[in-house]
């Protein structure tokens, strides 16, 4: 089992700044990558960014150059730093894991998801 916790959201005027964090718990050595995903009003939920275990990360072009993906493995905690947000930001943002183990001779792979933080941004 794995548990994630987002924070960090909130309201913010264009051209500002939020950090988001998610606190991974649980079965944590079992998680290979970590992604942010959002979902603004009447639209799917889409990928914003993701880390892998190595620490290399994608970033969605939409946000690329204004969006940072950030893990620290001490911590279980993953990091959105998001700058110069624009009105189109605005969504609710999801940590999401994939964890991956090995059992019976058999690899196993699971994606686990927070509860969302609100991200609003104002024009």
């Known amino acids: 089992q794995v548990q994630l916790v987002e924070s960090g959201g909130g309201l913010v005027q264009a051209g500002g700044s939020l950090r988001l964090s998610c606190s991974a718990s649980?079965?944590?050595?079992?998680?290979?990558?970590m992604a942010w995903y959002r979902q603004a009003p009447g639209k799917q939920r889409d990928l914003v960014a993701s880390?892998?275990?190595?620490?290399?990360?994608n970033i969605v072009d939409s946000v690329k150059g204004r969006f940072t993906i950030s893990r620290d493995y001490a911590k279980n905690t993953v990091y959105l730093q998001m700058n110069s947000l624009k009105p189109e930001d605005t969504g609710v943002y999801y940590c999401n894991a994939l964890a991956r183990w090995d059992h019976v001779e058999r690899t196993y792979e699971e994606d686990y998801w927070g509860q969302g933080t609100q991200v609003t941004v104002s024009s």
């Open positions: 649980g079965r944590t050595r079992s998680i290979e990558s």
């Open positions: 880390i892998s275990s190595s620490g290399s990360t």
